[in-house]
């Protein structure tokens, strides 16, 4: 089985790829959304979180709001929830990988897999793009965004240039859907012949 990380930075439409894979009957993996159920109602991490941060859960699961607040700025803070959460990611994608063994390929949904040097673990990279000035657009359109919060996650993250210039393959996103679903298409096509299915 080969693993592929798929990642790109906010705003680029990587969710929207991740979807058009799905449909294209990829095996997906979203790192993302494994940590909303981990931290969700009734989920397995809930309860570490509260005893290490008390006060940032509640009957729905993880409060983001005080949980970022209680780390935001402090990396002693962040280091202590990310030994809570990558561990419990990390088991859920060994499960995931063990699930689909049978598959020729699968795809891991990575936010920020080169800043975490996920690439070296993995037999390519797909990069999500767009131009800049949809990125902002799309960015500064979501509920509670600020020009400089967007600011500060674009420093925080690689920039885009760089994570096209490690990629083994990109995806456009700064098109129509109809294009950038036919580019998923070819890329599924691609690897299923690289593995020979």
Do not use: N
């Not at 009957?25 to 570490?48: M, N, S, Y």
């Not at 797909?126 to 509920?143: G, H, Y």
């Amino acid at each position: 089985m080969r693993i592929y990380g798929l990642t790109g930075s906010i705003g680029m439409g990587k969710s929207a790829v991740a979807a058009m894979l799905r449909r294209e009957g990829v095996p997906l993996f979203d790192a993302d959304a494994e940590v909303h159920r981990l931290q969700g109602p009734g989920g397995a991490l809930v309860a570490a979180i509260e005893a290490r941060f008390p006060g940032t859960t509640g009957p729905k699961g993880v409060d983001r709001a005080k949980l970022g607040a209680a780390v935001f700025g402090q990396p002693q803070e962040l280091k202590a929830l990310e030994a809570i959460v990558h561990p419990a990611v990390q088991a859920s994608r060994r499960r995931f990988l063990q699930r689909f063994r049978s598959r020729r390929f699968v795809v891991l949904d990575i936010p920020l897999l080169f800043e975490t040097h996920g690439e070296r673990r993995l037999d390519g990279v797909i990069v999500v793009t767009a131009p800049a000035w949809k990125q902002r657009k799309r960015v500064l359109a979501r509920p509670g965004m600020t020009q400089a919060r967007f600011r500060r996650i674009v420093h925080l993250q690689m920039p885009d240039a760089e994570k096209r210039r490690r990629a083994d393959y990109i995806i456009q996103t700064g098109t129509t859907f109809a294009a950038t679903r036919g580019q998923v298409r070819r890329l599924v096509a691609c690897l299923a012949a690289k593995t020979g299915r």
